[in-house]
Each structure stands twice: as C-alpha cells, then as structure tokens.
C-alpha cells in the first residue's frame, strides 16, 4: 500500500516550453507532497512542500512563478516547470508522507532534459 | 542548521567483501533517520527507519545503527546486485515534515 505513482518518467523539451509533472497517490490519500530536486552526485533537496487546497511553500531560493504547484485533490499533486532553461535538467521526485511504517512513499522520478 | 552528511562518497567492494558506510547527522531533535537505496534513475526504495540511540534494524545483508551522532549501515558479503548510491536522510523536530537526505554514497560490488 500507499503507492505514489509518477509520470512522465523522462521529458525532453525545447527551452522556453512549460513541462507538467503528476504525482497521484493511488491507495491513499495525500494530504501533503514534498517536491525535491535531485542534481548529479547531490542531494535529494527540498523545493516546495504542496498542500492540499492551500498555497504550497516554497524553499529559500526556488522561484514560485516558475515553478508551479497545484494540489488541488487528495490525490493529485502537480509540478509545472514554465519556461523551462537547461539549468532546470535535473531529477524531480515527489514523496508524501504516509502512516505505513516506511514513513514517507516515493514517486518513482522524472529525468527533465531541457534543450 | 539540520546537516546530514555521508562518507565515503563511492565505494568498490568485491562481492563478499563487508563493509560499513556512515552517516552523520546535525539536526534539532531527530524524529527518525531513514536509509534508503536508490537506483539510476529510480526514486528511493525504503530500508530502515531508526529513532533513538542505540536502536538496530536487519533486513537480508543489511544492518543499520544509531548513535546520538551518526548511523552505520553495515553490509555483510555484499553481491553484485547490493550495488546502488544508498542515502541517509533526517526528519528533525524544526522541518515540516520533510526528510534532509545526504549525498549519497554510491556502492559498487565487483564479481
């Protein structure tokens, strides 16, 4: 149980496009998402934290404009990278905080190339 | 500032060669450590969760420790399909709710 399902898996797009990710939770139902953001050799860090019905947080440094979060079911959260540049390549994931004794799920990742 | 951090950054074992990788923690009031094991291009798969000083957890080759400073992932006779980067993440007293995870350390077993 308590399932994150994440799509696409990889997305390549032409500079300047938007790219729409989804995260739906598929047995349970996520109240909150954390988005983080995962470059090369680094660390799984904290862009935004969405919460349902509610304005999502953003992390000192992550541009709220750019990207977008919605959250507007217990099930679905998305992230919209608009007007994306190269420098926004990197490895998205989407966790929710779950009362399973794992804790936290994981969605499975999204690989960004932007050209 | 809630800091967690892993060593060594890689590490080649041949495969039944045991190991341990470390990972040591800053964070106002820990409220769970969590080790997870991730695959190239893949979100983290779940292994342990510890909460106090002292605790352990096994699961299969793997085993987890807890100090008030750091935690220990041993791994006994490691195989080839052990190889993956395993991270170390805190969840603290001061965060809203989410993990800060460490680099990573990227283990490789050799046949």
């Known amino acids: 149980g308590a399932v994150v399902s994440q799509h696409p898996s990889r997305v390549i797009c032409k500079s300047g496009t938007s790219v729409k990710i989804e995260c739906r939770s598929l047995d349970f139902q996520a109240t909150t998402m954390f988005w983080y953001r995962q470059f090369p050799k680094q660390s799984l860090m904290l862009m935004a934290t969405s919460n349902e019905g509610s304005k999502a947080t953003y992390e000192q440094g992550v541009e709220k404009d750019k990207f977008l979060i919605n959250h507007a079911s217990l099930t679905l959260s998305t992230l919209t990278v608009t007007s994306a540049h190269p420098e926004d390549s990197s490895f998205y994931i989407c966790?929710?905080?779950?009362?399973?004794?794992?804790?936290?799920?994981f969605g499975s990742g999204t690989r960004l190339t932007v050209v | 500032e809630d800091q967690v951090t892993q060593s060594p950054e890689a590490l080649r074992l041949q495969e039944g060669e045991s190991s341990s990788l470390n990972c040591s923690y800053t964070v106002s009031g820990l409220r769970g450590l969590f080790w997870y094991r991730q695959d190239p291009g893949k979100g983290p798969e779940f292994l342990f969760t510890?909460?106090?000083a002292g605790e352990e957890k096994e699961k299969e080759r793997l085993k987890a420790t807890l100090t008030k400073k750091e935690s220990f992932l041993h791994i006994t006779a490691p195989k080839p399909e052990d190889s993956a980067t395993y991270l170390c993440?805190?969840?603290?007293?001061?965060?809203?709710?989410?993990?800060?995870f460490g680099k990573g350390t990227k283990l490789s077993v050799k046949p």
């Open positions: 966790s929710a905080p779950t009362t399973t004794n794992y804790g936290y799920t």
């Open positions: 510890l909460y106090s």
């Open positions: 993440a805190v969840r603290s007293g001061g965060s809203q709710g989410n993990l800060i």
